[in-house]
């Protein structure tokens, strides 16, 4: 019965990671574009043949996925919409947000300054802005490196910081920037949400107007689409899945293509992450919506 059905363990980035091919010549935008949204496409249809246990399926999408030239072909098509020709940094976001709060929170900590500790989950570049500011010191992970200094790391299998450690082991803040929306799977997004406040430092005792305040925080960009024109999610439900997490909105920012947020973590107790569930459930009627959707479960 529907009841008595075991819940499918989410599945990690690596398991529908596509072979790599050589390294292409410079794409075009609109060959950037065709080229994200092809592979995202047969990425989501892996996933679910997968899921489903369907071989034969899964066998030919890996195929597909190949011949289109696999992730390396996605993450240089990435690297160049986010070229600075393109105007496509989401850290730069991130650094208006957080120049202010630092300069703030450096002259309260001025006998033992220190830089703020970030993770990046699917870095493809390691002169973005937050790494040219100065402010950070930069851990880097992706599932397949294309540089020495990116580590190649499934987020959803990298080691959590032993609780009661150095808070060298945590992060002031985790961006997922464009992470969440490329896995297939609505669990799957759920559990990285979720997993994100293992890698999160302590909140500092500091005051509401002190630079503190802003951190521990996760860094999260969508395209603006999976909020504004998804059958199955809104902001209104998004804000509710991360206070459920323990998060408050701290900043938000949507452009034509993208929204940005940085949700500043208050601790698990905050939400009641526990016992409150986010299943897929509709929220808008029409039929030229998407069917993003992001799961949460208790």
């Not at 075991?6 to 060959?31: D, F, I, N, V």
């Not at 996933?47 to 030239?69: D, F, K």
């Not at 299943?279 to 039929?287: D, F, L, N």
Request: with cysteine; charged share 25%.
């Amino acid at each position: 019965m529907a009841g008595n059905r075991k819940r499918r363990k989410p599945l990690l980035l690596s398991h529908t990671r596509p072979p790599s091919t050589p390294k292409t010549l410079s794409l075009s935008s609109q060959a950037t574009r065709s080229s994200i949204r092809r592979h995202h496409i047969l990425q989501k249809q892996l996933q679910a043949a997968i899921l489903n246990g369907n071989s034969v399926l899964t066998e030919r999408l890996r195929a597909q996925l190949g011949a289109s030239g696999g992730l390396q072909r996605y993450q240089e098509a990435s690297i160049q919409g986010q070229s600075s020709e393109r105007g496509g940094d989401s850290s730069k976001v991130l650094m208006e947000w957080i120049t202010e709060h630092e300069s703030q929170y450096r002259r309260h900590h001025t006998a033992k300054p220190e830089k703020l500790r970030m993770l990046e989950v699917g870095a493809l570049k390691v002169d973005n802005a937050c790494s040219r500011s100065g402010i950070f010191n930069v851990t880097r992970i992706d599932l397949h490196s294309q540089h020495p200094d990116i580590q190649t790391q499934d987020f959803m299998e990298m080691p959590v910081p032993s609780p009661g450690t150095s808070a060298e082991d945590g992060f002031d803040v985790v961006s997922l920037s464009l992470v969440v929306n490329y896995l297939g799977d609505p669990s799957s997004r759920g559990e990285m949400l979720k997993r994100v406040s293992s890698f999160l430092r302590s909140s500092r005792e500091t005051s509401k107007d002190e630079a503190g305040s802003a951190f521990p925080a996760l860094f999260l960009v969508l395209p603006a689409s999976c909020v504004t024109n998804s059958r199955y999610l809104d902001e209104e439900r998004l804000e509710g899945i991360m206070i459920t997490l323990g998060y408050v909105q701290a900043r938000r920012k949507l452009s034509k293509k993208l929204v940005y947020y940085l949700w500043r973590y208050q601790g698990s107790g905050a939400g009641q992450a526990q016992t409150v569930s986010y299943k897929k459930q509709e929220v808008r009627a029409g039929g030229s919506r998407n069917n993003f959707s992001i799961v949460l479960q208790s």
